[in-house]
């Protein structure tokens, strides 16, 4: 984990992304669905940090060849990102049949994306606000 290695002596790379993290509000955790579960690489770079997640609100993008649009990993996310302590947003953005979803330049090709899309966004746009200001005045511990 980043916050076992002494000050400054992190491998470049998870200094950059505990950087990165720490400016940030708010997290969009974007999943596939392996084994009807979480990617393991995905599960491996979020347990690589932790009090950087702190106090920050994450939003779920799922997406899947299938129907169900990788909901039973997100699902599984959900629980993952609240241990480590970044809950997720109620609205969560699940994507279904990827291939036909998008056209092949990354535009959407389903019209209903976007109304989905900027529900999910707004959403978390306001807890990530909600959460900033709240941090600018301390945290519980």
């Known amino acids: 984990m980043y916050k076992e290695y002494p000050k400054g002596s992190a491998p470049e790379n998870l200094e950059r992304l505990a950087t990165l993290y720490r400016a940030a509000d708010a997290f969009v955790i974007v999943t596939g669905e392996y ?45 993952m990102l609240c241990e480590l302590g970044m809950p997720s947003t109620p609205t969560m953005f699940p994507v279904p049949k990827i291939a036909s979803a998008l056209a092949d330049d990354g535009t959407r090709a389903d019209p209903a994306l976007i109304n989905r899309f900027q529900r999910f966004a707004s959403e978390l746009e306001w807890y990530a606000e909600a959460l900033r200001d709240k941090r600018r005045l301390g945290v519980p511990y």
């Open 35 to 79: 084994n009807h579960s979480i990617p393991p690489a995905l599960s491996n770079l979020l347990d690589h940090f932790l009090e950087e997640y702190f106090f920050r609100p994450s939003g779920i993008v799922s997406y899947s060849a299938g129907a169900f649009g990788g909901v039973r990993a997100a699902v599984q996310l959900r629980a």
